[in-house]
Nanobody, 127 residues
């Protein structure tokens, strides 16, 4: 089971940290991806971390602004979001994918099976 949290309302230029708490399985056997869906748009991959080797990948739209990390002692993956802009407004979801898998595959394709999705958390960035 995955539980995403940490969303909220923030002004442009601000920061938020999302959390994806995982229960029922150990992180090291899975990659955790963050996805988002803005109103009227398709869901897109944002970032992914492979917890068996620590590899990460970021979509071009968030590279340099977002940082993904994991705390295996807490079985939680974080997405630190800095320099937020209005285009980052979306519902953010986390998902677990069986490792080993390249994080770039999780973010840029749908060629994998998702083990579980967390409920989304809304991020709203005001101008």
């Amino acid at each position: 089971q995955l539980q995403a949290s940490g969303g909220g309302l923030v002004q442009a230029g601000g920061s938020l940290r999302l959390s994806c708490a995982v229960s029922g399985f150990p992180l090291e056997n899975f990659a955790i991806g963050w996805f988002r869906q803005a109103p009227g748009k398709e869901r897109e991959g944002v970032s992914c971390i492979s917890n068996n080797d620590g590899a990460t990948y970021y979509a071009d739209s968030v590279k340099g602004r977002f940082t993904i990390s994991s705390d295996k002692s807490k079985n939680t993956v974080y997405l630190q979001m800095d320099s937020l802009n209005t285009e980052d407004t979306a519902v953010y979801y986390c998902a677990a994918v069986q490792a080993p898998i390249l994080p770039v595959v999780v973010v840029t394709t749908t060629m994998y099976d998702v083990v579980g999705w967390g409920r989304g958390t809304l991020v709203t960035v005001s101008s």
